[in-house]
């Protein structure tokens, strides 16, 4: 299912990923976070939410600092070779540290799981770090508050670190993109081992874009390198019916302020062989758009198939 070893692109996602064996976070103490990459589970492309500091918080260091500049963090651990850090500076209180130690700005998104001190999932709690220039290292402090009766600290759990270069980076709000193609995954929906995430795209340019036929994907694994042996299907009508990627494909024009959608479909079962976890994908919308690269998890299974649906013209919104 994979492809042979290549050179590594100049950067690639081991330079911020973490163990999430490793990292649980607990109310005193350091932990150290390896460089090793997770999983999520399908449509993990999470919207960014804003950090909370709590009253036993003391104010961040700030954030895009050069990696190799000292910063005063108590009982720090120092850097890990992944560029991830997690220290404990109080009660219900986390430091975190993302450095980028790759050659070309980049995107990180690290998905949290607030946990009791049982250990049950109270909240999934994701931070991204936009635009994290080569050799810097954005800090920050989380407030984890407590969990149950008799203040018990609240533990945290790293479901999984994903990172993307800025330039291709997907910007589903602000600024339109300088392509005047606005692309971006949604969050997906699984059900009884079938899963489908939407990939959605807006022209929020000034000029009409045609249309005529299937987004192009590249899978891509952990390191940002090509994943082979995947058959990448026109239609989604193999894996399953009414999914919405079982439409006939149509030329049209999108106009400025209208928008499209593609569905991705699959099945993560297994059967004999090892199952084949996808993180990333390269999407253009057209031969000749510039590329967007989407966190979709496709979780495969033993499948070796992935449906594609063709563009499909989408409602207005106000």
Known sequence: MRRPSRPRSPFTAATVAVSAAAALLTSCGTVQVG?????GSAGSNAEPTSTTTGPSCTPSTGANTPANTSASTPTSTGASPGGIRFTLSGPGCTEYEVTNQGTAPADVTVLLNRLTANGEALENLPHTVTALAPGATDRGRLSLGTAGTGGTPARLKVLSVRSV???????????????????????????????????????????????????????????????????????????A????????????????????????????????????????????????????????????GTTGRLGIGAWQRQASTP
């Not at 969050?187 to 005529?212: E, S």
């Not at 302020?257 to 996808?278: C, F, H, I, K, Y």
Request: proline share 11%.
């Open 35 to 39: 460089s090793t990459g997770s999983t």
């Open 165 to 239: 270069p800025s330039a291709e980076a997907p910007k589903p709000t602000g600024d339109c993109p300088a392509s005047g193609l606005r692309l971006y995954a949604d969050q997906g929906d699984a059900a009884m081992g079938l899963r489908a995430v939407g990939l959605l795209l807006q022209n929020c340019g000034t000029t009409p874009v045609t249309l005529d036929g299937y987004p192009q994907l590249q899978l891509l694994d952990l390191e940002h390198q090509p994943v082979d042996g995947i058959h990448l299907l026109s239609g989604g009508t193999e894996i």
């Open 241 to 300: 019916t009414g999914t919405g990627a079982d439409a006939p494909p149509k030329r049209f024009t999108l106009r400025p302020g209208e928008r499209a959608r593609s569905t991705l479909v699959w099945r993560n079962t297994t059967q004999d062989g090892a199952p084949v976890n996808v993180p990333y994908a390269r999407v253009r919308a057209t031969p000749t758009a510039a590329p967007v690269m989407v966190t979709p998890e496709f979780d495969l």
